[in-house]
């Protein structure tokens, strides 16, 4: 995946937006409370900070992972986060971002495809080190997706972009293990 013009531009804007110095602490969490961008303070087990707490959690587990791609991700990632977080500057770019980012995964994930035998049954997770910390991410994408919605968050180009991203992950660690050579291992689904 290429880096598009607009994703520089959105984050070049939010850095230089970021007219805030950030400390590695400010005690000011200490009590079980942590406080969105925009100023409001809630529990730390708010659905909402589960969402983008999870979601921080898959942006670093994409970090093992190396790639261009994987760098144009974590910055998407930061994107959605700082969106759920209330960041009100900027948020029409970064939705419009997203949106094309959906259909450049999209077709990303229409090339792997082509370069793999079709699936006619369930596979089993692992494989090389690459593919095996691919399916890790993807199954945190998943349950970033569902945190989302948990958090009732509806802003459809998010719940999108998590969907294609995880099918995006999966699809991509099938691709890793057949050019390493790893055979795919099928479920046994008999009982």
Not at 24 to 42: A, E, H, I
Not at 61 to 73: Q, T, V, W, Y
Request: charged letters at 30%.
């Amino acid at each position: 995946m290429r880096m598009k013009k607009d994703v520089k531009n959105v984050t070049a804007v939010a850095i230089a937006s970021a007219n805030f110095v950030m400390k590695f602490y400010t005690k000011t969490g200490d009590k079980g409370k942590t406080s969105l961008r925009m100023g409001t303070r809630v529990s730390k087990d708010n659905v909402l900070v589960e969402a983008f707490g999870t979601i921080d959690e898959l942006n670093s587990a994409i970090g093992f992972i190396k790639g261009k791609a994987f760098n144009i991700i974590q910055s998407d990632l930061m994107h959605i986060c700082a969106l759920l977080a209330g960041e009100k500057k900027d948020q029409e770019a970064r939705i419009t971002m997203l949106e094309k980012r959906v259909s450049e995964i999209e077709k990303e994930i229409d090339k792997i495809q082509k370069k793999l035998p079709q699936q006619t049954k369930f596979y089993l997770p692992g494989g090389n080190m690459v593919a095996t910390q691919l399916d890790f991410a993807r199954t945190i994408c998943r349950r970033a997706e569902r945190r989302l919605i948990t958090a009732n968050i509806s802003q459809k180009n998010l719940l999108q972009y998590m969907n294609r991203l995880s099918d995006y992950l999966y699809a991509l660690a099938r691709l890793v293990n057949k050019e390493a050579g790893v055979e795919e291992r099928i479920w046994n689904s008999k009982i």
